[in-house]
């Protein structure tokens, strides 16, 4: 009963589960094929970098995925390319707030989590979090973690928040035997960061003896921290054996 994980960029997952592909929260745009993310401190096209794979790549990739499922529809989850590239017929599993849009996008097999589904032989938990604080947090809208069960595995792909009382309890909840957080701290140019900092991560670190990997980085234009920054706050804590910064295109197994 394998699991294993794939970072293909930023929160871009392919989660391989027993047989089973998944593909988490998809952004496939090329390079700078979007306006940036506006009211941040710089104005860089995004995506940033390049997908880790060909074109030919990803349309098998695509075509051997079983599921989609995302997290919330911001555009560097949720793309025009992934709605485009990705066919109508494959079964997207989301939150509930974004069930009627990715009807109305013209999928026609999307199944919401509210709150745990039950998919082929894996259970999904849906979670909550916080996309930020104060007016820009209500601003970002609602947003979910997964839980995804399978065998002895528990992972919690705990989706854009920051590190808060709804994760505390996604933890408590459903002891996780591994996590995914999205890192980058986030920020516009006013108000508090809307996705992990360093500090945040060190945070779940504290909190859970789960191992942690960092994704979210180095991919939308106001992601601020890069991997140097997380690599180095990981090893000033002496946390490296438990927190991970994977490189894009980059595998590993749960073990």
Not at 83 to 111: M, N, R, Y
Not at 197 to 213: C, I, N, R
Request: with cysteine.
């Amino acid at each position: 009963m394998s699991f294993k994980v794939q970072l293909l960029r930023h929160a871009t997952l392919l989660l391989e589960i027993n047989g089973r592909r998944i593909l988490v929260d998809p952004m496939l745009g090329k390079k700078d094929s979007m306006d940036p993310v506006p009211n941040a401190s710089n104005s860089d096209r995004i995506p940033l970098v390049e997908l880790p794979i060909s074109d030919s790549g990803l349309e098998a990739l695509l075509y051997n995925t079983d599921a989609v499922l995302i997290t919330h529809t911001h555009r560097d989850h949720w793309d025009i390319a992934a709605q485009q590239k990705i066919p109508s017929d494959t079964t997207i599993l989301c939150q509930p707030a974004d069930e009627s849009l990715i009807k109305e996008q013209g999928f026609t097999h999307v199944k919401k989590v509210e709150p745990e589904l039950h998919w082929e032989d894996v259970v999904i938990h849906r979670t909550s979090g916080q996309h930020g604080t104060g007016e820009i947090g209500k601003l970002m809208g609602t947003v979910s973690g997964f839980v995804l069960v399978h065998g002895k595995h528990r992972l919690y792909i705990a989706g854009d928040t920051i590190w808060c009382k709804d994760v505390e309890d996604a933890i408590n909840t459903h002891q996780p035997t591994h996590i995914i957080v999205n890192g980058g701290g986030a920020q516009f140019v006013q108000g508090d960061p809307i996705t992990m900092t360093t500090d945040d991560v060190l945070q779940v670190a504290k909190f859970t003896k789960a191992p942690v990997a960092v994704v979210h980085l180095e991919t939308v234009n106001h992601c601020h921290q890069k991997r140097p920054d997380f690599k180095k706050a990981i090893a000033d804590n002496k946390l490296s054996s438990r927190i991970a910064v994977p490189e894009d295109g980059g595998w590993w197994e749960l073990q």
